[in-house]
Protein backbone atom coordinates (compact mmCIF):
# COMPACT_ATOMS: atom_id res chain seq x y z
CA UNK A 1 0.00 0.00 0.00
CA UNK A 2 1.23 3.04 -1.06
CA UNK A 3 1.32 6.52 1.28
CA UNK A 4 -0.54 9.29 -0.44
CA UNK A 5 1.78 12.13 -1.38
CA UNK A 6 0.72 15.19 -0.71
CA UNK A 7 2.29 18.86 -1.85
CA UNK A 8 1.89 22.16 -0.14
CA UNK A 9 1.31 24.71 -2.99
CA UNK A 10 3.06 27.36 -1.47
CA UNK A 11 6.40 25.30 -1.82
CA UNK A 12 5.56 24.41 -5.39
CA UNK A 13 4.52 27.99 -6.89
CA UNK A 14 7.05 27.53 -10.09
CA UNK A 15 5.36 24.90 -11.38
CA UNK A 16 3.49 26.55 -14.00
CA UNK A 17 6.63 28.03 -15.16
CA UNK A 18 9.07 25.19 -14.81
CA UNK A 19 6.12 23.11 -17.32
CA UNK A 20 7.08 26.54 -19.55
CA UNK A 21 10.57 26.09 -19.62
CA UNK A 22 10.43 29.45 -17.70
CA UNK A 23 12.13 28.42 -14.18
CA UNK A 24 13.94 31.45 -13.17
CA UNK A 25 17.75 31.13 -12.92
CA UNK A 26 17.06 32.30 -8.84
CA UNK A 27 15.34 29.28 -8.04
CA UNK A 28 18.49 27.65 -9.36
CA UNK A 29 20.77 29.64 -6.75
CA UNK A 30 21.62 32.43 -8.87
CA UNK A 31 20.24 35.15 -7.33
CA UNK A 32 17.91 35.70 -3.97
CA UNK A 33 14.82 37.35 -4.72
CA UNK A 34 12.50 35.84 -4.20
CA UNK A 35 13.78 32.88 -2.91
CA UNK A 36 13.41 33.75 0.99
CA UNK A 37 14.47 30.49 2.58
CA UNK A 38 15.80 27.43 1.04
CA UNK A 39 14.53 23.83 2.28
CA UNK A 40 17.41 21.11 2.01
CA UNK A 41 17.08 17.92 2.24
CA UNK A 42 18.44 17.55 4.99
CA UNK A 43 19.57 19.85 7.88
CA UNK A 44 17.57 23.06 8.79
CA UNK A 45 16.44 25.73 6.22
CA UNK A 46 18.93 27.68 4.94
CA UNK A 47 17.93 31.48 5.39
CA UNK A 48 20.88 33.17 3.93
CA UNK A 49 21.11 31.03 0.71
CA UNK A 50 23.41 33.99 -1.24
CA UNK A 51 26.31 33.63 1.31
CA UNK A 52 25.68 29.77 1.54
CA UNK A 53 26.32 29.47 -2.08
CA UNK A 54 29.06 32.23 -2.06
CA UNK A 55 30.59 29.96 0.66
CA UNK A 56 30.10 26.72 -1.13
CA UNK A 57 31.82 27.97 -4.12
CA UNK A 58 34.90 29.84 -2.15
CA UNK A 59 35.31 26.17 -0.60
CA UNK A 60 35.54 24.55 -4.33
CA UNK A 61 38.12 26.80 -5.53
CA UNK A 62 40.43 26.85 -2.22
CA UNK A 63 39.87 23.13 -2.39
CA UNK A 64 40.94 23.13 -6.42
CA UNK A 65 44.33 25.37 -5.31
CA UNK A 66 45.42 22.63 -2.82
CA UNK A 67 44.86 19.89 -5.58
CA UNK A 68 47.25 22.12 -7.74
CA UNK A 69 49.43 22.82 -5.26
CA UNK A 70 49.54 19.24 -4.38
CA UNK A 71 50.47 18.08 -7.68
CA UNK A 72 53.47 20.45 -8.27
CA UNK A 73 55.10 17.33 -7.73
CA UNK A 74 53.48 14.46 -9.89
CA UNK A 75 51.24 12.49 -7.58
CA UNK A 76 48.99 9.32 -7.73
CA UNK A 77 44.98 9.97 -6.77
CA UNK A 78 45.56 8.20 -3.55
CA UNK A 79 48.56 10.42 -2.69
CA UNK A 80 46.12 13.37 -3.82
CA UNK A 81 43.53 11.92 -1.61
CA UNK A 82 46.10 11.23 1.36
CA UNK A 83 47.57 15.27 1.17
CA UNK A 84 44.03 16.37 1.73
CA UNK A 85 42.57 14.17 4.32
CA UNK A 86 45.75 12.32 5.93
CA UNK A 87 45.32 8.52 6.64
CA UNK A 88 41.55 6.59 6.30
CA UNK A 89 39.90 3.66 6.91
CA UNK A 90 36.94 2.10 6.11
CA UNK A 91 34.44 4.11 3.97
CA UNK A 92 35.80 7.22 4.90
CA UNK A 93 39.20 5.88 2.85
CA UNK A 94 36.44 5.35 -0.07
CA UNK A 95 34.61 8.69 0.24
CA UNK A 96 38.19 10.58 0.37
CA UNK A 97 39.41 8.74 -2.75
CA UNK A 98 36.15 10.23 -4.27
CA UNK A 99 36.13 13.86 -3.38
CA UNK A 100 40.01 13.87 -4.59
CA UNK A 101 38.83 12.13 -7.37
CA UNK A 102 36.38 14.20 -8.48
CA UNK A 103 38.75 17.15 -8.14
CA UNK A 104 41.25 15.56 -10.16
CA UNK A 105 39.00 14.96 -12.77
CA UNK A 106 37.55 18.66 -13.01
CA UNK A 107 40.71 19.67 -13.59
CA UNK A 108 42.39 16.95 -15.88
CA UNK A 109 39.32 18.05 -18.09
CA UNK A 110 40.19 21.81 -17.84
CA UNK A 111 43.71 21.01 -19.05
CA UNK A 112 45.23 22.05 -15.53
CA UNK A 113 46.39 18.60 -14.73
CA UNK A 114 48.76 16.21 -16.85
CA UNK A 115 49.49 12.86 -16.54
CA UNK A 116 53.53 13.03 -15.50
CA UNK A 117 54.14 9.24 -17.17
CA UNK A 118 52.43 9.57 -20.04
CA UNK A 119 55.16 6.96 -21.25
CA UNK A 120 54.06 3.99 -18.57
CA UNK A 121 50.05 4.79 -19.37
CA UNK A 122 50.60 3.90 -22.38
CA UNK A 123 52.34 0.95 -22.61
CA UNK A 124 51.19 -0.86 -19.09
CA UNK A 125 48.05 -2.81 -19.35
CA UNK A 126 46.69 -1.41 -15.88
CA UNK A 127 49.05 1.33 -14.54
CA UNK A 128 48.72 3.85 -11.74
CA UNK A 129 48.74 7.37 -13.36
CA UNK A 130 50.59 10.13 -11.66
CA UNK A 131 49.11 13.40 -12.05
CA UNK A 132 50.90 16.45 -12.04
CA UNK A 133 49.95 20.44 -12.48
CA UNK A 134 50.46 21.62 -15.73
CA UNK A 135 53.06 25.09 -16.67
CA UNK A 136 50.86 28.16 -16.57
CA UNK A 137 47.84 26.80 -13.99
CA UNK A 138 47.39 29.08 -11.36
CA UNK A 139 47.64 27.48 -7.68
Do not use: W
Not at 37 to 60: M, Q, S
Not at 112 to 125: F, R
Amino acid sequence: MRAPVQHCQSFYPHRRLRRAHKVPAVLYGHGTAPVHVALPGHEAPIDELAERIGAIAAHHDRRLSQVLDICRDSKTLLGVSLALFGPREGYTRLLALEEAGAHVEYLFQRGELGIANLDEVSEQTNPVIQYETRRGAAA
